[in-house]
């Protein structure tokens, strides 16, 4: 008789591609699905039998857009992630990879970005880097004793440095010369022949360096001309492979280089996806401009995906400390200054509060926050009759200006007042419209990075939870196989990885989930410690969701318990390379 590892029983089995789901058994043997069976399979059969009877049994889900560059050195569980199904995790996003770049350069154009502190971050690639080349970065993972799999893009920020050093590679007056260009192709060439999925860019302005070299300077993606960009393209076209982007959003009419770049006419259309399609507060005619761009590429040969978080976009801030604060001129010079002490003399100055005032006032420039303090509720404070308030109120009760109000309480208070606003995808219907569109990635988790900003580990089950609830009001975004789908089989499939399917012969990630429990609040946060980074960040806690996780078909969550061994031991994760 057939021996196998685990058994699964009885659950509603989704198998990755949208097909439909029907109660089956599942066998798992050496890694892999090794039967799925509509008969009852003996559990004599099975060193392990797990009920999963009114439960559903899905792949494994992929988080492709993820900061864990440097956890994944020290903490390579990534536990935080593991815990709510995923098992296939993207890293070197936004031009950030840490492959070519030396130590500190990896670090700095790192952590200002990611805000995951330096003093943290350093160390760690100081004790473990060892690598220069993509090559080289692939055989150090494979000794890494990974929690989930690990897919990889190449950054461009990191490969400019690498080629050009950080003074060059962020001054805009210098351009990479042609022997620079060549070692950048060469390079990339080997990134994509090793494995990576392509190559990350960055245009956004207001992501900054940190250390003491170039603190401040945008990353050095942002220096690049489009034709360098381009230029790197052709390899990852010729391969294809994807390009991740993320356009500037003062400058929203720049997607058309994307546009350009990704269509199809008389060659190979290039795989792009950018950062990112949401219903933003301050800027609602966007969600139709992002809408618009995606048909028309998609019309004319291109293969354009933005990528969408499922959920609304809530951000927690201390003091002043806040990235959307970079993309007005006010803000951006608070947050250049280091020392608290001229940061505080700065922001009493009555000229730069005039200026903080009309930038706060303009509400027709393209932008992310809304600029509304009267839509930022204070959480946290030393004063604590402040607490539950928001910003406006306070403002009203004493008589002054709330961009005045706000300055005062960041003066006195710095980083001990807490607040949180919510900046997009607050329109569950237009929300649900968003995600409905299967040219879209149901992305952009930022898992790893804003430690203290954001927490959405959990969203695949906020996904799952959106179509679950749409389908019981009797208006479904989708079906349930299609939902599933779209998380497992949909992207793995865009990206070009053996992942997110468990037929038989199939790669054994698999997540067992009870339903019953999205009835809780999913966009609640905590706070958890980040291992090995005496730190704590903000994560998502749903008991009574995830109750089984198996990694290359071992136990990784058992009855919503993380195995001892995650993080520990070989056999769970891999790097898995683009096919």
Avoid at 154 to 178: E, K, N, Y
Avoid at 394 to 408: E, K, N, T, W
Wanted: proline fraction near 4%; charged fraction near 25%.
């Amino acid at each position: 008789m057939a021996h196998y590892d685990v058994l699964i029983e009885g659950g509603r089995y989704f198998d990755g591609t949208g097909a439909a789901s029907s109660i089956r058994h599942l066998a798992i043997k050496d890694g892999r699905i090794a039967r799925v069976t509509e008969e009852p399979i003996d559990h004599g059969q099975a060193d392990r039998v797990i009920d999963a009877t009114g439960k559903w049994v899905t792949p494994g889900f992929l988080d492709t857009h993820t900061h864990y560059d440097a956890e994944l050195l020290v903490s390579p569980s990534l536990s935080e992630s593991v815990r709510h199904g995923v098992t296939t995790v993207l890293v070197g996003s936004c031009s950030l990879s840490m492959i070519c770049s030396d130590y500190e350069d990896a670090s700095d154009i790192f952590t200002r970005v990611e805000t995951v502190p330096r003093e943290r971050v350093l160390p760690i690639l100081k004790a473990h880097k060892t690598w220069s080349t993509p090559k080289q970065w692939v055989e150090h993972v494979k000794t890494v004793p990974l929690g989930p799999n690990v897919i990889s893009f190449l950054g461009h920020s990191d490969l400019r440095v690498g080629v050009m050093g950080l003074s060059r590679a962020t001054d805009l007056a210098i351009q990479p010369s042609d022997d620079e260009m060549q070692a950048m192709e060469a390079h990339l060439k080997e990134a994509l022949n090793a494995g990576f999925l392509g190559l990350s860019t960055m245009c956004l302005k207001w992501d900054k360096v940190d250390g003491d070299r170039e603190w401040s300077k945008s990353l050095p993606s942002t220096y690049a001309r489009w034709s360098e960009i381009a230029q790197l393209n052709k390899l990852v076209r010729q391969y294809g492979r994807v390009h991740q982007g993320a356009p500037n959003a003062a400058t929203p009419l720049q997607i058309l280089q994307y546009v350009r770049e990704c269509l199809g006419w008389l060659r190979r259309p290039l795989k792009t996806t950018l950062i990112s399609q949401m219903d933003l507060k301050g800027s609602a005619y966007l969600t139709n401009l992002t809408k618009l761009t995606s048909i028309f590429t998609n019309a004319l040969r291109g293969d354009f995906r933005w990528q969408v978080l499922p959920t609304p976009f809530t951000v927690y801030a201390d003091g002043i400390d806040v990235v959307f604060f970079e993309e007005f001129g006010a803000g951006e010079m608070a947050l250049d200054l280091k020392d608290a002490v001229e940061r505080n003399e700065l922001l009493k100055d009555e000229t730069y509060r005039r200026k903080f005032r009309k930038f706060y006032g303009e509400k027709l420039s393209p932008r992310v926050w809304q600029r509304d303090f009267g839509d930022a509720m204070i959480i946290d404070c030393p004063d604590e009759s402040l607490i539950g308030k928001n910003f406006e109120e306070v403002a009203r009760a004493r008589g002054i200006h709330v961009v005045d109000l706000f300055l005062d309480l960041v003066v006195e208070f710095g980083k001990k007042i807490r607040w949180y606003t919510t900046v997009g995808n607050h329109r569950k219907q237009v929300l649900k419209r968003i995600v409905k569109d299967p040219r879209s990635l149901i992305t952009f988790s930022d898992a790893g990075a804003h430690i203290r900003n954001m927490a959405f580990y959990n969203l695949p089950l906020r996904m799952l939870k959106l179509v679950h609830e749409s389908i019981d009001e009797g208006d479904p975004v989708m079906t349930m196989e299609q939902a599933v789908h779209r998380l497992t089989g949909d992207q793995a499939d865009w990206f070009g990885v053996d992942a997110g399917k468990i037929r038989e012969g199939d790669r054994a990630d698999v997540v067992v989930l009870d339903p019953a429990g999205f009835d809780q609040n999913l966009e609640a946060v905590s706070w958890g410690e980040m291992e090995n980074f005496d730190l704590q960040r903000l994560v998502n806690r749903n008991p009574g969701i995830v109750k089984t996780v198996l990694i290359n078909g071992k136990l990784a969550v058992d009855d919503e318990q993380l195995s001892p061994a995650l993080g520990q031991e070989m056999g769970y994760g891999a790097f898995i390379p683009a096919r």
